[in-house]
Each structure stands twice: as C-alpha cells, then as structure tokens.
C-alpha cells in the first residue's frame, strides 16, 4: 500500500525539523564553545575564526577531568550493578507472593519514594563519619544504593506482575530449584525493564551534585560535577576549557544511553521470547 505525501504530512515534516532544530541548538552552541580560541572575535552564536581542539587537552589536564571520570565511572558502575541484582532479587518475591507482608513490604519500598531524602542528609551525613567513610567513593556508592533501591524495586515489580508465572512453574516442573528459576528463567526475561532501570540510574548518579559535594569535600576523589563545578570557579574567563570540560563529562555517558536505548528497543520488540 502506497501512502500519498499530503500538506498535512510535509506541515509535520516541517514542525519536527524545527523542533530537532531546537533541541540541536544547545548541542551546537556547546560544541562551538569548546573549539574556540580565548581571543576569538566572533560572535557567540557564529562558527570560530579558528577551530582548535587544544582546549581538550587543556581542560583534561588543568582540570583533572581523567581522575574525575574514574571516580565517577566506579561510583555509577558498581551502584547500577548492586541496584540491578539487588533490586530484582527483591522485586520478585514482592511479585509472586499475594500474602500481607509482601504487601506490606512493597508498601514500605514504596514510603522511600515519597519521602525526600534531604530530610535525612545530616543524619546520613554523621553515620558516612561514625563509619568512616567520608572522603571515599564507597559512601556515595552505599548512599545512590539506598536512594535508588525504592525506585528500582518499584520498576522490577510492576513488570513482574505483568510478566505470566507459567515460565516459572515450567521450570519448577523441570526440577528447577526458585533461585534457579529466577537467575535461568525469569531474570533473562527482564531485560527491558533492566534496560530502563540502569539508564536512569546511571543519569541519576553520574549527572548528581550535591551529595558529592558533601561526602567528598576536600578529598581527591571528586565525581565529574563536583570537579566540574571547581573548574568552572578557576577558570571563569576562559569559557572555551570550560565547555571542552563539559563535552568531555557528558560523552561518556552519552554513549553509555545510546548503546542502551538500542538494548532498550530490542527488548520490546521481542518481547518476551528473550
């Protein structure tokens, strides 16, 4: 069936151009920023006189952004990976069983979702001390855990409901053992929802300021922001190394959601055959 062009669908065309457009201009203007010189004459929104990627190596160098990334790659990765199997491993029970206290318990998850957790920073912010833990990564990664946890659990069991208990009972018939039905069976089968669970953990905890600020204060073990944050007070009159330190913060996670969206859409689309 061949569909015919109409004015209505060249009006559409036209509105999504101008809308990609719109969400392409911060893109350009940051893009063009970091490859100016300092002295450049042009106008803001004009291309550079003189492209130049030494700002790059200046930003990487000056601004201890190589540091930074590992700091804040280590801190993303491990708590992603901990919410991951801990959130499902959760989830599950939550779904499967109708009795009070798995109600109850999802409603306990659920109570972390409403309360916010700058109600608990100085509290928080005492026990990182009593334990030790101030001035190492090991404090945010204890810390996205317990914030994020009610947030992924909700996600894994709102998927588990839906998701037909028969795959389980096959396996069960098959000898399977619960924990083996989870990890063989039922866990493969999550793989859209874990998709959506880590791409927005990983936003979560890469892109967050303010707790860094506080646990790593002082320290050399400073997430992306939070160094970012210093560069941007250090280096106020040089905006282009401030926005080629910008480029280099977000591409790694950039790439990261890309190869996951792709993962994402695969997931759908197969639903759920694995």
Same mark, same amino acid.
């Given at each position: ?30 893009? =063009? ?12 929104? @004009? ?6 990627? @030494? =700002?790059?190596?200046? &930003? #990487? ?5 190589? =540091? ?22 959760? @989830? ?8 009070? #206290?798995?109600?109850?318990?999802? &409603? ?26 101030? *001035? ?25 409901? &839906? ?31 874990? *998709? ?10 890469? =892109? ?9 204060? *002082? ?13 941007? *007070?250090?280096?106020?009159?040089? #905006? ?10 977000? @591409? ?16 759908? &689309? ?5």
């Amino acid at each position: 069936m061949i569909t015919r062009y109409t004015w209505r669908t060249g009006i559409l065309e036209a509105v999504m151009i101008v809308v990609a457009l719109l969400f392409f201009f911060p893109a350009y203007i940051l893009i =063009n920023q970091s490859l100016r010189r300092s002295n450049d004459p042009a106008e803001p929104y @004009a291309l550079p006189s003189q492209v130049t990627f @030494a =700002n790059y190596g200046d &930003a #990487w160098t000056q601004g201890f952004l190589g =540091n930074a990334l590992v700091n804040s790659g280590l801190v993303t990765a491990v708590s992603t990976l901990v919410l991951v199997v801990f959130g499902a491993m959760a @989830a599950y029970p939550l779904a499967r069983v109708t009795r009070l #206290w798995s109600r109850v318990a999802f &409603a306990v998850f659920m109570i972390g979702l409403l309360l916010p957790f700058q109600l608990a920073l100085i509290p928080l912010y005492v026990t990182m001390r009593d334990l030790g833990l101030l *001035g190492t990564v090991w404090s945010l990664v204890l810390f996205y855990v317990g914030l994020q946890m009610p947030f992924t659990v909700f996600l894994y069991t709102s998927f588990l409901r &839906a998701l037909p208990a028969e795959y389980e009972e096959a396996a069960s018939i098959d000898g399977a053992s619960p924990s083996q039905s989870f990890w063989t069976v039922v866990f493969p089968l999550l793989r859209p929802v874990t *998709g959506t669970v880590v791409i927005l953990d990983v936003i979560f905890i890469w =892109n967050d300021f303010l707790t860094p600020l506080l646990y790593l204060s *002082g320290s050399g073990q400073m997430t992306v922001p939070v160094t970012l944050y210093s560069f941007v *007070g250090q280096y106020v009159s040089q #905006w282009n190394l401030v926005f080629a330190g910008l480029v280099i913060s977000i @591409a790694p996670i950039l790439l990261v959601y890309f190869l996951l969206q792709r993962t994402v859409i695969q997931g759908f &689309a197969s639903g759920l055959k694995g």
